[in-house]
Nanobody, 124 residues
């Protein structure tokens, strides 16, 4: 069982930056690949970024490549999402998720555990 708690969301102007954090409970954090997803009102939950369990591989949605960076600290049981050059279309609730495997996938159903989400609002 893994419990995930996101933090770091907020209101930012377009072009600004935010860093999201996701703290995980348990002693087996390094056994899980991690993903960040987002869901805007009226839209389906969408993959943003993923990282393999040891942090050797990262994956990004085309819409965030070059602007967002995912990283993890297995000693601190935390995964991060650094978001730069934010755009109004990045506005959404951001969720972190864990799957007991090496590789992070872009399909939400492949993840077993989810956080409660943190709101990110980008004003124009």
């Amino acid at each position: 069982q893994v419990q995930l708690v996101e933090s770091g969301g907020g209101l930012v102007q377009a072009g600004g930056s935010l860093r999201l954090s996701c703290a995980a409970s348990g002693r087996t954090f390094s056994s899980y690949a991690m993903g960040w997803f987002r869901q805007a009102p009226g839209k389906e939950r969408a993959f943003v970024a993923g990282i393999s369990r040891l942090g050797l591989n990262t994956y990004y949605a085309d819409s965030v490549k070059g602007r967002f960076a995912i990283s993890r600290d297995n000693a601190e049981n935390t995964v991060y999402l650094q978001m730069n050059s934010l755009k109004p279309e990045d506005t959404a609730v951001y969720y972190c998720a864990a799957r007991p495997a090496n590789t992070a996938y872009s399909v939400p159903n492949s993840y077993d555990y989810w956080g409660q989400g943190t709101q990110v609002t980008v004003s124009s």
